[in-house]
């Protein structure tokens, strides 16, 4: 009888062991401070104290890229999920007015593929750069028979702190204050099983750096907005859209007016909406429509807070406002 070892059964430890060595070098770029080189180790370490905040709280978040991944193993384009799969996390804690810290991945495939799983952590490292926050450590996990050949998933955490004093929670808000939209770069990370459905193989190959364009990081220009301006609450547009994501930030009573027309979308909005014949609503919930993070402030901080963003590179607009009323989020035609 032949003798069957762990690799036979499909899990190549050694091949694994010396992947990670290869890329500790790129890893290590992302030390920032607090950090501490842990790649391969049982845990990672930080020291968080090194930030000199009086009153600490630790902010977590943790996410993944969703059916977007499809759309990269299909056309074999790996560089950019790792940049969503942070951004996704990130910001999410940089709502709250946290600094992330520290970011951890998760990696799983039924095989092992060397240049796929380099190609995804390039993304990472990109990605945690951009954020100012260290790549501690991770997992990959090889599981045949879990995955089809070729296939892979992924999962992301962020861990940051910000003084108790400094928690962006929405409380304040007030009728009269203004929504500043930031400008996302496409669809990120949320809507790709509507987009599956909606096109084509040959389409999206046709246009795939535009499906797979990655979700911008707003941790370093946020921050400096805090740093400057009166911010009441922050909200990521992710899944759920407009309509879900904007009311996690409201207080009772509050609710938001956003004027479509007040913002330039990219292509890609322009290629869903005539694809699809949805109506607002269900667009407006679905997708970010080129709309990636709102900040909620006083009319008088708006200014401020679009110069330090345009200094970032990132277009901003007021794009709305807020309304005594039901906690919710209408779309309407009324232009500011």
């Known amino acids: 009888m ?3 070892t762990y690799k036979s059964a499909g899990v190549d430890i050694e091949k694994a062991n010396n992947l990670i060595t290869d890329i500790r070098k790129l890893v290590n770029t992302t030390r920032v401070r607090g950090s501490m080189d842990s790649i391969g180790g049982f845990g990672g370490f930080f020291d968080p104290m090194k930030y000199g905040i009086k009153d600490p709280l630790i902010v977590a978040s943790t996410d993944g890229v969703g059916t977007k991944l499809k759309l990269a193993i299909d056309s074999g384009k790996h560089d950019t999920v790792g940049i969503d799969l942070v951004a996704m ?4 804690v940089i709502c709250t007015g946290a600094r992330p810290l520290f970011f951890l991945d998760y990696f799983a495939s039924g095989k092992l593929d060397g240049k796929i799983w380099t190609g995804v952590l390039k993304g990472i490292i990109k990605g945690c750069r951009e954020s100012g926050c260290a790549l501690l450590g991770g997992e990959t996990a090889e599981m045949p028979g879990m995955y089809m050949k070729g296939d892979y998933d992924l999962a992301g955490f962020a ?16 009728p009269g204050d203004v929504i500043v939209g930031i400008s ?3 669809l990120h990370s949320n809507g790709y099983s509507l987009i599956r459905k909606l096109f084509s193989k040959k389409e999206l190959n046709a246009n795939i750096d535009l499906f797979l ?11 400096e907005v805090l740093s400057k301006a009166r911010v009441r609450g922050i909200a990521h547009i992710t899944g759920g859209g407009f309509i879900d994501n904007i009311p996690r930030v409201l207080p009772d009573e509050r609710g938001v007016e956003i004027y479509k027309g007040t913002w330039r979308m990219p292509k890609v909005f322009e290629l869903v909406i ?15 429509m080129g709309i990636g ?3 909620v402030m006083p009319a008088s901080d708006a200014e ?3 110069k330090v963003l345009s200094k970032h590179r990132l277009e901003s607009r007021v794009i709305g406002k807020v309304v005594k009323g039901r906690r919710e989020v209408r779309i309407v035609d009324k232009e500011l």
């Open 2 to 4: 032949k003798k069957i």
């Open 89 to 92: 996390s990130v910001n999410d």
């Open 159 to 174: 861990v940051g702190v910000v003084d108790r004093k400094k928690v962006v929670d929405g409380k304040g808000t007030t």
């Open 184 to 186: 996302s770069s496409g």
């Open 213 to 223: 364009e990655p979700t911008k990081l707003y941790v370093k220009p946020v921050l």
């Open 274 to 288: 005539k694809k699809s014949g949805l109506p607002d609503g269900e667009l407006y919930r679905t997708l970010n």
């Open 293 to 295: 993070m709102v900040l």
């Open 304 to 306: 401020k807070a679009m």
